[in-house]
């Protein structure tokens, strides 16, 4: 059975960074593209981040101040986060698709997630 884990999150001025982590097993990760997605309370979930392929896919509100990277030989993704937000504030999930049918942009078509970790940006 897959298993994502997340963690890292925590607390952190706005104008911080922090790194979270999604440690994965139960699956052939390399053969998985994985993402970010976060939601914040009230709110639907929103794609963070994606790594597919070598190539990295971000949201139009993160893009130049997160990064997502990974690592196959530990069967982990990074989120590194910089120039937070108190707007980034939200509960971070990773997850896992093997399909490459359907946009990486859109939750729907993860078929793995992690529990979430919580990220608070405060002002």
């Known amino acids: 059975q897959a298993q994502l884990v997340e963690s890292g999150g925590g607390l952190v001025p706005a104008g911080g960074s922090l790194r979270v982590s999604c440690a994965a097993s139960?699956?052939?990760?390399?053969?998985?593209?994985m993402g970010w997605f976060r939601q914040a309370p009230g709110k639907e979930r929103e794609f963070v981040a994606a790594?597919?392929?070598?190539?990295?896919y971000y949201g139009d509100s993160v893009k130049g101040r997160f990064t997502i990277s990974r690592d196959n030989n530990k069967n982990t993704v990074y989120l590194h986060m910089s120039s937070l937000k108190p707007e980034d504030t939200a509960v971070y999930y990773c997850?896992?698709?093997?399909?490459?049918?359907?946009?990486?942009?859109?939750?729907?078509?993860?078929?793995?997630w992690g529990q979430g970790t919580q990220v608070t940006v405060s002002s």
């Open positions: 790594w597919s392929g070598g190539s990295t």
């Open positions: 997850a896992a698709r093997s399909s490459i049918s359907g946009s990486l942009y859109n939750a729907y078509n993860y078929r793995y």
């Open positions: 139960g699956l052939t990760f390399s053969n998985y593209v």
